[in-house]
Nanobody, 122 residues
Framework: QLQASGGGLVQAGGSLRLSCAAS????????MGWFRQAPGKEREFVGV????????DYADSVKGRFTISRDNAKNTIDLQMNSLKPEDTAVYYC?????????????????WGQGTQVTVSS
């Protein structure tokens, strides 16, 4: 299971750090991704980190502002979000992909957390 936390309300330009804790199994060899879904919109890719942490990819909309990291010893991944914008408002989901290689496609992820709400006010 995956449990996302850290969401909340922040003003534009502010920062939040989301965390995703894994339990019940080890996700050390899984690629881990973050996705988000805004009201009335489809779920979209935010970023992904491969199993070792050596390969990362981000959506163009968040590059330079968001950073993913993982701690395999703790079975956790984090999403540091800086310079937040109102358009970043969404429910954020962490997900695990059985393959250790990164992917931007949500359908390739097998395990999903419950989501955490991020609201950025203007």
């Amino acid at each position: 299971q995956l449990q996302a936390s850290g969401g909340g309300l922040v003003q534009a330009g502010g920062s939040l750090r989301l965390s995703c804790a894994a339990s019940g199994r080890t996700f050390i060899y899984y690629a881990m991704g973050w996705f988000r879904q805004a009201p009335g919109k489809e779920r979209e890719f935010v970023g992904v980190i491969n199993w070792s942490g050596g390969s990362l990819d981000y959506a163009d909309s968040v590059k330079g502002r968001f950073t993913i990291s993982r701690d395999n010893a703790k079975n956790t991944i984090d999403l540091q979000m800086n310079s937040l914008k109102p358009e970043d408002t969404a429910v954020y989901y962490c997900a695990a992909r059985v393959s250790g290689s990164p992917s931007t496609i949500a359908a390739t992820y097998r395990y999903w957390g419950q989501g955490t709400q991020v609201t950025v006010s203007s």
